[in-house]
């Protein structure tokens, strides 16, 4: 039963002047007249089988009266089956293996991430021991003979 906006007292019977306080009530008359013909749609369209246009028309019903419990338990109820249905299907479930959902799987991925860094790491001790190895033998070659440059073959030029 709807109030009436200005002295809360609840109206039995929608008119467009408040029996009470005499305040108008058109935009009320209005407001509840959009509401029933949203849920009178969206009542259609769930007959009709059209369940997606009516859990649209049930969403508009609930943008004008977020508390509306009809058109609140019917979306709730797809709703549901939507996080049902997310759960269950095997093709979901494939997915989730696939992006690493999987209880075994997430744990290998838990590891992956220090793995790679004590493979970086490791990859870097061994550059830096290549390095120290090989500015060393430079070094020791050096002092004996220069290392030899091998000779980069020059242009092509017409005398040839
Ligand atoms: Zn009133």
Same mark, same amino acid.
């Given at each position: 039963?709807?109030?009436?906006? *200005? ?7 929608l @008119?467009? =002047?408040?029996?009470?306080c005499?305040a108008?009530?058109d ?10 013909t949203?849920?009178?749609?969206a009542? *259609?369209?769930?007959? *009709? ?5 009516? =859990?649209?028309a ?5 943008? =004008? ?8 338990? *019917?979306?709730?109820?797809v !709703?549901t089956?939507v ?5 269950t299907?095997?093709g979901?479930?494939?997915l989730?293996?696939?992006?690493g959902?999987h209880?075994e799987?997430?744990?290998?991925f ?5 793995? @790679?860094?004590a493979?970086g !790491? ?5 550059a830096?021991?290549l390095?120290?190895f090989a ?5 020791d070659?050096?002092s004996?003979?220069p ?6 073959p020059g242009p092509?030029?017409? !005398?040839e």
């Open positions: 039963v709807p109030a009436c906006p *200005q002295c809360a007292k609840p109206l039995d019977e @008119l467009s =002047v408040c029996p009470y005499k108008n009530l935009l009320l008359v209005e407001y509840v007249g959009q509401l029933q949203g849920l009178t749609r009542e *259609q369209l769930t007959r *009709q089988g059209e369940l997606g246009q009516a =859990v649209w049930y969403l508009a019903v609930l943008e =004008v009266d977020p508390d509306n419990a009809v058109a609140r338990r *019917q979306v709730g109820q !709703a089956a996080r049902q249905f997310d759960r299907a095997p979901r479930r494939w989730g293996r696939l992006r959902e209880p799987d997430r744990r290998s838990r590891w992956r991430g220090p793995l @790679l860094l493979l !790491a490791g990859l870097l001790a061994l830096f021991f390095g120290l500015g060393s033998y430079f070094a070659a050096g004996a003979t290392p030899a440059r091998p000779e980069r092509p030029t017409l !005398a």
